[in-house]
């Protein structure tokens, strides 16, 4: 069975720093693909980047370029979005999600249907 739980989320002030966790099970990083998703209230799902299997390579939606770092740790079967100079816009809750393929599913920041997503965790910047 594959299980995905987030964790890390919570009230920061903006301009600082968050790291979420995604703890998995049920399935091998050398198999599957990592994205990142957000939604905010009233918008619909969006990506915030993604990892692929194979080399590790990342895509970042243009609004958080630069400001967030993707990486998996597989001993730990765990991924992590680094977020830095966080603003307000990116409230949000945050979603990790599984694909089956070694290369991520990627369509620019869009959604997209991951095969496994976890419950998501609630990342609040203050202004």
């Known amino acids: 069975e594959v299980q995905i739980v987030e964790s890390g989320g919570g009230l920061v002030q903006a301009g600082g720093s968050l790291r979420l966790s995604c703890k998995t099970s049920?399935?091998?990083?050398?198999?599957?693909?990592i994205g990142w998703f957000r939604q905010a209230p009233g918008k619909a799902r969006e990506g915030v980047g993604c990892?692929?299997?194979?080399?590790?390579?990342?895509s970042y939606a243009d609004p958080v370029k630069g400001r967030a770092t993707i990486s998996t740790d597989k001993a730990k079967n765990t991924a992590y979005l680094q977020m830095n100079s966080l603003k307000a816009e990116d409230t949000a809750v945050y979603y990790c999600?599984?694909?089956?393929?070694?290369?991520?599913?990627?369509?620019?920041?869009?959604?997209?249907?991951?095969?496994?997503w976890g419950q998501g965790t609630q990342v609040t910047v203050s202004s």
């Open positions: 049920g399935f091998s990083f050398d198999d599957y693909s």
């Open positions: 999600a599984a694909d089956r393929g070694v290369y991520c599913s990627w369509n620019g920041g869009y959604y997209v249907p991951y095969d496994y």
């Open positions: 990892i692929s299997a194979v080399d590790g390579s990342t």
